[in-house]
């Protein structure tokens, strides 16, 4: 099985910004995603969105990075919007429980 290839775009308007995540978001690849959205989700007070539209595979490493990222948001009183779940990955968060805590729009 081939991983597809990872990665983070991040985008910057006056709205906000949107981080695309690309491929599979495992142990191997949770860190860049961390290195990418943690130093904006402690600072940034403008929304931050995730677009997982692209997203294919997604682990408890990766999920874990979501976990994180809702609590520094959350220490700043910043949102994390995510978009375009694919059904597959919205899953594991309703299973996981953390739908519960996320904004999916």
Do not use: W
Not at 28 to 34: C, D, E, S, V
Not at 60 to 86: H, M, Q, Y
């Amino acid at each position: 099985m081939n991983q597809l290839p990872f990665a983070v775009e991040v985008v910057e308007n006056d709205n906000g910004i949107c981080l695309y995540i690309t491929g599979d978001l495992d142990l191997a690849t949770a860190p860049q995603l961390r290195e990418a959205l943690f130093p904006l989700a402690e600072k940034e007070k403008k929304a931050i969105k995730v677009n997982l539209k692209d997203l294919h595979y997604m682990d408890s490493t990766g999920l874990g990075v979501f976990i994180a990222t809702l609590k520094l948001r959350k220490s700043i009183n910043g949102e994390l919007l995510l978009e375009d779940v694919p059904e597959k990955i919205q899953r594991i968060f309703q299973i996981s429980g953390v739908d519960q805590y996320l904004t999916i729009v």
